[in-house]
């Protein structure tokens, strides 16, 4: 959500008033200072001059700083009274609805995103906060419904074409994923994202690949995902897939085992190794499932919004120091090379 700004016409106050105001305005909307944030967003919703609409606003900054700093609980009660104050406003549900998929309560952002669409019906954020939520739960029809809805409002969005083209694979529409990882992956900011980010949407391709019958591209993904992250769970599970497709079963218990070893609960590794023999005796039923849905790509995760927000530096696997930042323009915190 980007940061929204104090509105002070009308108000009747001093110059010196009115510029102390400001100052704690531009502080307050600075999320990515985070704690002072938080300081003066306080300041001016305790100013009860400033009315209801401007004091939703100074919570709805200050739930945004407290969700930069994984401070869920006090951002959800920040944005439940926000949206009492100023209900028709329809980014206090989208924040709230963004906390709760990092917290997995998906149905409640549901409800949140829905009804920030019922108040603004061409809301980006609404749709594309939706359909994370869909997917997340593993339904790849409604999150592509909501994705579509996103894209024809932004297209050729990088993020966009990243997410329809994973619910796409999770809804069996395999040449529509194709096109769109496609293009996520000519577009100018996939050179930008970290490796492991870069290796899950080729391994991503791979699978549509595969479960196109077209073993050859597949594997050139699957080979190109592992040179880029020779640990990509998703990418030894699609080799896995194409050794089974190609008869190779020992190789393909190989890959599944050592997917597995790194992402326990990938469910293609999981469905391969018990349909080549590898699998878990006590769970003869996996096998029974059929390939198409019990191989689906795992629904839970999408790294490039998976975002744990930190303080602290990190270092990324080029040796460049990481720190967290906050997208006012998507509402989230991610991890950018550390400014001097």
């Known amino acids: 959500m980007t940061a929204i700004s104090i509105v002070l016409a009308g108000w009747s106050?001093?110059?010196?008033?009115?510029?102390?105001?400001?100052?704690?305005?531009?502080?307050?909307?600075?999320?990515?200072?985070?704690e002072a944030a938080i300081a003066a967003?306080?300041?001016?919703?305790?100013?009860?001059?400033?009315?209801?609409?401007?004091?939703?606003?100074?919570?709805?900054?200050?739930?945004?700083?407290?969700?930069?700093?994984?401070?869920?609980?006090e951002a959800i009660a920040d944005f439940d009274l926000a949206s009492e104050l100023d209900p028709d406003n329809p980014q206090y549900y989208c924040q709230r609805g963004d906390i709760h998929i990092r917290l997995g309560q998906l149905d409640t952002a549901i409800e949140d995103f829905t009804t920030a669409l019922r108040y603004s019906p061409r809301l980006l954020w609404g749709f594309q906060?939706?359909?994370?939520?869909?997917?997340?739960?593993?339904?790849?029809?409604?999150?592509?419904?909501d994705f579509n809805e996103a894209l024809r409002l932004k297209p050729g969005d990088f993020i966009l074409l990243t997410q329809r083209g994973r619910a796409s694979n999770l809804a069996e529409k395999y040449d529509l994923a194709v096109a769109d990882l496609s293009k996520?992956?000519?577009?100018?900011?996939?050179?930008t994202i970290l490796p492991k980010e870069r290796?899950?949407?080729?391994?991503?391709?791979?699978?549509?690949?595969?479960?196109?019958g077209r073993a050859s591209e597949a594997r050139s993904d699957a080979d190109e995902a592992l040179r880029l992250m020779p640990k990509s769970a998703l990418a030894l599970g699609v080799t896995g897939l194409i050794e089974e497709k190609e008869g190779a079963r020992e190789k393909a218990k190989d890959a599944f085992t050592r997917a597995l070893a790194i992402e326990p609960g990938l469910k293609?590794?999981?469905?391969?190794?018990?349909?080549?023999?590898?699998?878990?005796?006590?769970?003869?039923?996996k096998?029974?499932?059929?390939?198409?849905?019990?191989?689906?790509?795992?629904?839970?995760?999408?790294?490039?919004?998976?975002?744990?927000?930190?303080?602290?530096?990190?270092?990324s696997q080029s040796g460049v120091e990481m720190c967290a930042k906050y997208i006012p323009e998507i509402g989230r915190t991610v991890r950018v090379e550390c400014a001097d």
């Open 287 to 315: 096998a029974a499932e059929g390939p198409e849905k019990a191989s689906e790509p795992v629904a839970q995760s999408d790294p490039i919004e998976r975002t744990t927000p930190r303080s602290d530096p990190q270092e």
């Open 13 to 34: 106050t001093g110059a010196a008033a009115r510029s102390q105001i400001g100052g704690e305005d531009k502080t307050c909307a600075d999320t990515a200072n985070a």
């Open 268 to 285: 293609l590794a999981k469905a391969g190794l018990d349909r080549v023999g590898g699998g878990d005796a006590a769970e003869p039923q």
């Open 129 to 145: 906060g939706r359909g994370r939520a869909y997917f997340a739960k593993g339904n790849g029809e409604q999150a592509l419904a």
């Open 199 to 212: 290796a899950d949407l080729i391994a991503q391709r791979g699978y549509a690949y595969i479960k196109q």
């Open 41 to 73: 967003c306080t300041r001016l919703y305790d100013n009860r001059g400033l009315g209801k609409r401007n004091r939703a606003i100074a919570l709805g900054n200050r739930g945004a700083a407290y969700k930069m700093l994984g401070k869920y609980s």
């Open 184 to 191: 996520a992956m000519k577009h100018p900011k996939f050179d």
